[in-house]
């Protein structure tokens, strides 16, 4: 079995679609896995806010917009009569569906059932179109096996349990049709994997069923070794080991997601990141196999919280550093850079939802400064077998950005530093240019 996930550009228009269907057709079984439509999850989070802020009359409006689109697309799509009403007829059951939000007190549980749509749209109307052509397909309802646990994380074993019992009932089968990035809470209701979370539905799934390869098709041909958002003249790798693309995508390259790898890189289940607009093109090999040395590649995460804690009390002290780690365990938050002095630790968090309890805890250690908005860019590769001295490579090309962090050595395929937000673009340039 092969799972390949498409992401919403795949997905993101009538000749797309279409597109799809000739690539999804083969003799081998696969399970598809789908994103919603290019912007349909951000026009569902707008709507979503502005019912939080009970703003009725906008919510209806941004409603009948995103649902015209639907009912274009619809139109466009399907070549029969029969399956241009069943469209329009799935558009109607989504949309009144969103509609009835207007009229009631609105919470997080239902801005996650409205966010859901988009997958449920989407997978549906390609299941639809699959139907038009009379290429069989089965439609697989990730809501009957899909779900994350009280700590948000994948229940593994009630997947493959479910999924397994799902797919046996179709035995005779080789195409199925999934929704990416919704899923089950442990309570039963309709939750998510967090934004770009498709990616990390099809690793799950590929991990559950021991998939012989997982592909995440997108709108670029492959993992590029530096954001092309922000670089010119980036270009795609043609391998990385688990470890870079975990580190890469963990530190914010948007072309997975940041939990993505690591459910292939357990089974060891290469992953294949491949261009849906070239799909003859190798794209990325992502393996348990190290391949090549020196500096890969760059990635960039932004909205990082630097916390600085200044002790006396920390000079030749033991235990002091569990006692502050603790803190952010009780308020669990997770802790990415560490860099120590004999009297003060510098640490970054990227969810500071917690911030004012943290710092008011931290303050009985010693002194606390706080520094906002930070990014942490990673510089991921292979700098063990590599003598020619990589961190002075990329200390010289940031010789002009101020410098808040830096961190060398906590794994062979990792350098990174923290710089102020508003440097990030200018410091991935800088590394472009002085690396590649
Ligand atoms: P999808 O909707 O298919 O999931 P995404 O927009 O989530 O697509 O991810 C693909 C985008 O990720 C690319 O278009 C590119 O702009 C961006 N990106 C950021 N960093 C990288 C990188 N290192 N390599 C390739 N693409 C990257
Ligand atoms: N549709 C979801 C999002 O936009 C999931 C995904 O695209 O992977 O975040
Ligand atoms: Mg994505």
Same mark, same amino acid.
Request: hydrophobic share 40%; with cysteine; proline share 2%.
């Given at each position: *079995?092969?799972?390949?996930?498409?992401?919403?550009?795949?997905?993101?228009?009538? $000749?797309?679609?279409?597109? =799809?269907?000739?690539?999804?057709?083969? +003799?081998?079984?696969?399970?598809?896995?789908?994103?919603?439509?290019?912007?349909?999850?951000?026009?569902?989070?707008?709507?979503?806010?502005? =019912? %939080?802020?009970?703003?009725?009359?906008?919510?209806?409006?941004?409603?009948?917009?995103?649902?015209?689109?639907?009912?274009?697309?619809?139109?466009?799509?399907?070549?029969?009569?029969?399956?241009?009403?069943?469209?329009? $007829?799935?558009?109607?059951?989504? /949309?009144?569906?969103?509609?009835?939000?207007?009229?009631?007190?609105?919470?997080?549980?239902?801005?996650?059932?409205?966010?859901?749509?988009?997958?449920?749209?989407?997978?549906?109307?390609? @299941? %639809?179109?699959? #139907?038009?052509?009379?290429?069989?397909?089965?439609? &697989?309802?990730?809501?009957?096996? *899909?779900?994350? +646990?009280?700590?948000?994380?994948?229940?593994? /074993?009630?997947?493959?349990?479910?999924?397994?019992?799902?797919?046996?009932?179709?035995?005779?089968?080789?195409?199925?049709?999934?929704?990416?990035?919704?899923?089950?809470?442990?309570?039963? $209701?309709?939750?998510?994997?967090?934004?770009?979370? #498709?990616? %990390?539905?099809?690793?799950?799934?590929?991990?559950?069923?021991?998939?012989?390869?997982?592909?995440?098709?997108?709108?670029?041909?492959?993992?590029?070794?530096?954001?092309?958002? /922000?670089?010119?003249?980036?270009?795609?790798?043609?391998?990385?080991?688990? !470890? !870079?693309?975990?580190?890469?995508?963990?530190?914010?390259?948007?072309?997975?997601?940041?939990?993505?790898?690591?459910?292939?890189?357990?089974?060891?289940?290469?992953?294949?990141?491949?261009?849906?607009?070239?799909?003859?093109?190798?794209?990325?090999?992502? #393996?348990?196999?190290?391949?090549?040395?020196?500096?890969?590649?760059?990635?960039?995460?932004?909205?990082?919280?630097?916390?600085?804690?200044?002790?006396?009390?920390?000079?030749?002290?033991?235990?002091?550093?569990?006692?502050?780690?603790?803190?952010? $365990?009780?308020?669990?938050?997770?802790? +990415?850079?560490?860099?120590?002095? !004999?009297?003060?630790?510098?640490?970054?968090?990227?969810?500071?939802?917690? =911030?004012?309890?943290?710092?008011?805890?931290?303050?009985?250690?010693?002194?606390?400064?706080?520094?906002?908005?930070?990014?942490?860019?990673?510089?991921?590769? +292979?700098?063990?077998?590599?003598?020619?001295?990589?961190?002075?490579?990329? &200390? !010289?090309? &940031?010789? @002009?950005?101020?410098?808040?962090?830096?961190?060398?050595?906590?794994?062979? @395929?990792?350098?990174?530093?923290?710089?102020?937000?508003?440097?990030?673009?200018?410091?991935?340039?800088?590394?472009?240019? @002085? =690396?590649?």
């Amino acid at each position: *079995m092969k799972v390949l996930k498409f992401g919403g550009t795949s997905v993101g228009s009538s $000749e797309r679609i279409r597109n =799809l269907a000739q690539l999804v057709q083969s +003799d081998e079984p696969r399970i598809i896995v789908l994103s919603a439509m290019a912007g349909t999850t951000n026009s569902l989070e707008q709507i979503a806010e502005l =019912l %939080y802020q009970a703003n009725k009359e906008e919510a209806n409006e941004k409603i009948s917009d995103l649902e015209l689109k639907y009912r274009e697309r619809i139109d466009d799509l399907y070549n029969s009569e029969e399956f241009k009403s069943k469209g329009q $007829e799935l558009i109607t059951t989504h /949309f009144n569906y969103i509609r009835n939000f207007v009229f009631r007190s609105f919470t997080s549980l239902q801005e996650k059932a409205i966010l859901a749509q988009g997958e449920l749209i989407s997978t549906a109307m390609f @299941h %639809y179109y699959l #139907s038009e052509l009379k290429v069989e397909s089965i439609f &697989l309802p990730a809501l009957n096996f *899909m779900r994350i +646990d009280k700590d948000g994380e994948p229940d593994y /074993f009630y997947i493959k349990e479910n999924l397994n019992r799902e797919l046996n009932q179709y035995s005779d089968q080789r195409l199925f049709i999934t929704q990416g990035f919704i899923c089950r809470n442990t309570y039963g $209701e309709v939750d998510n994997l967090k934004r770009g979370g #498709s990616d %990390y539905t099809a690793s799950i799934i590929g991990s559950v069923l021991q998939a012989t390869e997982v592909q995440i098709w997108t709108d670029i041909d492959g993992f590029h070794n530096n954001d092309p958002r /922000f670089v010119e003249n980036t270009s795609s790798l043609e391998q990385l080991s688990f !470890e !870079e693309a975990a580190e890469l995508a963990y530190f914010g390259a948007k072309i997975m997601h940041p939990s993505s790898i690591m459910p292939c890189k357990l089974k060891n289940i290469p992953v294949r990141l491949k261009n849906t607009l070239h799909p003859t093109d190798e794209g990325t090999l992502i #393996s348990g196999n190290q391949a090549g040395s020196g500096i890969k590649a760059i990635a960039a995460k932004d909205g990082i919280t630097a916390v600085k804690v200044k002790s006396g009390r920390m000079l030749q002290a033991y235990g002091f550093l569990r006692k502050l780690f603790e803190v952010f $365990e009780i308020y669990k938050t997770p802790i +990415d850079m560490i860099t120590t002095s !004999e009297v003060a630790v510098s640490l970054t968090i990227d969810d500071d939802s917690n =911030l004012s309890e943290i710092e008011s805890e931290l303050i009985k250690f010693g002194k606390v400064e706080i520094d906002q908005d930070q990014s942490i860019i990673c510089i991921v590769g +292979d700098f063990i077998s590599e003598t020619s001295g990589s961190a002075k490579q990329v &200390l !010289e090309a &940031l010789e @002009h950005i101020p410098l808040r962090m830096i961190s060398y050595g906590g794994s062979k @395929h990792n350098i990174s530093v923290l710089v102020r937000q508003e440097d990030k673009i200018a410091a991935l340039q800088a590394l472009s240019k @002085h =690396l590649f």
